[in-house]
């Protein structure tokens, strides 16, 4: 049951799953408001323009049926007449021809953005599989067009038929009217039809953008499985990770351990904790914390404190409130610079006293540490590690 729910696309696709995609040039399209677009723009054009493209039309017939003896018995003549007529036909046009054109090229961008691959052109052999071509015949996308085809047919149907039945009276006045005013009010008439028709799929062209990005969405969805093994891809192996981190830490460690016999004293927990400082007064502005760890770090960082002869000092609420709150390679808070100068002072007598001679210093036995810095002093009693042993 696990293995087949991995196979299952129940995960959204990923950021590069949809680069991917896009490169390939598979972006999310659609059909129909990219038709409403042309179609609308090229009524709305008509309308701006309607005058000055009926003005070329009438000037270029005019000029079409005129006739006089030298074009009519010179055949040159007759076509520089006629290339002049084509040529002004085209340089009127020429705008709303402009203007579709952009349209045209815009309206993908609406949704899915402009796009160019040059794999979308590449041959793909396995169009050519009959087997395939059914499949996609009696598919679900392919019901969903079939239903659009026919909402698209109805509605126009419909509101073809409510337009004429509206425009019926003004229709059967035409005969009656001048040539001239005659040809403008059908015009108008069609002009107005055209753009309420076109008006209508627009309901198609909504209904057609969500569900395109449905379906968009649905195609790139992506198995458990894919979504492992692409994670596996771009992040590297979660094995291998590991490993690498265990071997930082490693290293890290190392390192920290080799800064043992450099420090001054170990201050310990005594068991659980144990912190390891160095001060110097050149180019040091406080002590600085060269290693520290709980339990078996803890252990291992006096093993190597007691074989370099690094002095070891019992202070369990320092220690814990050092371990909690410094970080390796960083000097100590301002808060517990008068318990670790305590600590440094002891040290230093001690230092002196083996070299020397004379009265042994007394192990200072309760250094200030702020209660607030003591994670153990907000835990009962019963959960204190060092539970027996003096603060």
């Known amino acids: 049951m696990a293995e087949d729910s991995d196979l299952e696309k129940t995960e959204q696709a990923s950021s590069k799953r949809i680069e991917k995609a896009r490169e390939e040039g598979d972006v999310p399209r659609s059909r129909e408001l990219a038709t409403v677009t042309v179609l609308f723009t090229t009524g709305l054009t008509i309308l701006m323009m309607g005058d000055h493209l009926n003005q070329a039309l009438m000037t270029t017939m005019s000029s079409g049926l005129h006739f006089d003896r030298q074009a009519a018995f010179d055949p040159i003549v007759l076509l520089m007449r006629i290339s002049h007529s084509i040529y002004d036909l085209l340089l009127a046009f020429a705008p709303l021809a402009l203007v579709l054109v952009v349209v045209a090229i815009a309206s993908p961008i609406i949704i899915g953005g402009w796009v160019f691959s040059g794999k979308a052109f590449l041959p793909q052999f396995g169009r050519l599989n009959p087997l395939k071509g059914l499949g996609n015949i009696v598919s679900k996308s392919a019901a969903v067009e079939l239903i659009k085809s026919i909402a698209k047919v109805m509605l126009v149907g419909?509101?073809?038929?409510?337009?004429?039945?509206?425009?019926?009276?003004?229709?059967?006045?035409?005969?009656?009217?001048?040539?001239?005013?005659?040809?403008?009010?059908?015009?108008?008439?069609?002009?107005?039809?055209?753009?309420?028709?076109?008006?209508?799929?627009?309901?198609?062209?909504?209904?057609?953008?969500?569900?395109?990005?449905?379906?968009?969405?649905?195609?790139?969805?992506?198995?458990?499985?894919?979504?492992?093994?692409?994670?596996?891809?771009?992040?590297?192996?979660?094995?291998?990770?590991?490993?690498?981190?265990?071997?930082?830490?490693?290293?890290?460690?190392?390192?920290?351990?080799?800064?043992?016999?450099?420090?001054?004293?170990?201050?310990?927990?005594?068991?659980?904790?144990?912190?390891?400082?160095?001060?110097?007064?050149?180019?040091?502005?406080?002590?600085?914390?060269?290693?520290?760890?709980?339990?078996?770090?803890?252990?291992?960082i006096r093993e190597i404190a007691g074989e370099h002869q690094v002095l070891i000092m019992e202070s369990p609420k320092l220690a814990r409130a050092l371990y909690a709150h410094t970080e390796l390679g960083s000097e100590i808070p301002e808060a517990l610079y008068s318990a670790v100068a305590e600590v440094l002072a002891y040290v230093f007598q001690m230092r002196i006293f083996k070299k020397a001679g004379g009265f042994q210093p007394e192990v200072p036995k309760a250094v200030p540490v702020p209660d607030e810095l003591d994670p153990h002093s907000l835990l009962p009693a019963a959960n204190n590690l060092d539970a027996g042993v003096p603060a």
């Open 158 to 300: 419909i509101v073809a038929y409510v337009v004429i039945s509206h425009d019926m009276e003004p229709i059967l006045a035409l005969s009656s009217l001048p040539l001239k005013s005659g040809i403008a009010q059908v015009s108008d008439l069609m002009l107005m039809g055209f753009l309420t028709i076109v008006s209508t799929l627009v309901v198609i062209a909504a209904i057609d953008v969500p569900y395109q990005l449905y379906q968009y969405a649905q195609k790139l969805k992506m198995t458990k499985e894919e979504v492992r093994q692409e994670s596996k891809e771009s992040e590297g192996n979660p094995e291998i990770k590991a490993k690498i981190r265990q071997q930082q830490r490693e290293m890290a460690r190392r390192r920290m351990m080799a800064e043992i016999p450099n420090a001054d004293v170990v201050i310990t927990n005594p068991t659980h904790y144990a912190v390891a400082i160095k001060y110097q007064d050149e180019g040091m502005r406080a002590p600085v914390v060269v290693a520290k760890g709980a339990d078996a770090v803890a252990l291992k």
